[in-house]
């Protein structure tokens, strides 16, 4: 049981460039959901998934997009990225959303230069 | 606006004694409560929850207090040690329409505990 892995765990991108973080879970949660954490903050919702084929947008989506096809994968698209982009990025799961911590992975840390 | 804060962005304690990590919320449709632990590098870790029709929950060494009449969450570290000194975040899970629920995240208290 590996819980939510991230890949990459670092990546450096120039302005314009696209991309794809990648986010898996292996506990059948139906709940995931992409966050970044900017210096000094909170973390701050980009997009989530109740479910396979179900994507809604967070509080920060501009500049990325998402897909569920899986239960498993939800990955998260840069399509040109942005300095403003630079982030750590964390993606999460849980069983429920009310009733249950979510359990996140170790993050990806992109810098856009 | 609707927002999860902290009080204080950092706090030191002594080994040995207890901590005290203070959070305000202000969405009272609230009714979901985390703490998280994130040490350095890493991704958030869930520490303790709490559901709205609590005031009070405790776990190993971590108490969670909820006052809904002043919109507080508390996380209590009882004999904090060394390796408690991390950021600590309090979320609250809100309805976002359509039977889905948004966690939301506090800018975080940091921790250190002082040998």
């Known amino acids: 049981n590996a819980g939510v892995t991230q890949t990459p765990k670092f990546q450096v991108l120039k302005t314009g460039q696209s991309m794809t973080l990648q986010c898996a879970q292996d506990?059948?949660?139906?709940?995931m959901s992409w966050y970044r954490q900017d210096p000094g903050m909170g973390l701050r919702l980009i997009h989530y998934?109740?479910?396979?084929?179900?994507?809604d947008q967070g509080e920060v989506p501009n500049g990325y997009n998402v897909s569920r096809s899986t239960t498993e994968d939800f990955p998260l698209r840069l399509l040109s990225a942005a300095p403003s982009q630079t982030s750590v990025y964390f993606c999460?799961?849980?069983?429920?959303?009310?009733?249950?911590?979510?359990?996140f992975g170790s993050g990806t840390r992109l810098t856009v230069v | 606006g609707e927002n999860v804060g902290l009080h204080l962005p950092t706090l030191s304690v002594q080994e040995g004694d207890n901590s005290i990590i203070n959070c305000a919320y202000s969405?009272?449709?609230?009714?979901?409560f985390i703490w998280y632990k994130q040490e350095s590098g890493k991704g958030p870790q869930f520490i303790i929850d709490?559901?709205?029709?609590?005031d009070k929950r405790q776990g190993q060494r971590v108490t969670v207090l909820l006052n809904k009449t002043v919109k507080h969450l508390s996380l209590q570290i009882a004999a904090t040690q060394p390796g408690d000194s991390a950021v600590y975040f309090c979320?609250?899970?809100?309805?976002?329409?359509?039977?889905?629920?948004?966690?939301?995240f506090g800018k975080g208290t940091k921790l250190s505990v002082i040998p």
């Open positions: 709490i559901r709205s029709n609590m």
């Open positions: 999460a799961s849980t069983e429920g959303v009310q009733s249950y911590g979510y359990t």
């Open positions: 506990m059948n949660h139906e709940y």
């Open positions: 998934s109740v479910g396979a084929g179900i994507t």
């Open positions: 969405n009272s449709a609230s009714d979901y």
């Open positions: 979320a609250e899970n809100r309805a976002s329409g359509a039977g889905s629920y948004q966690l939301t």
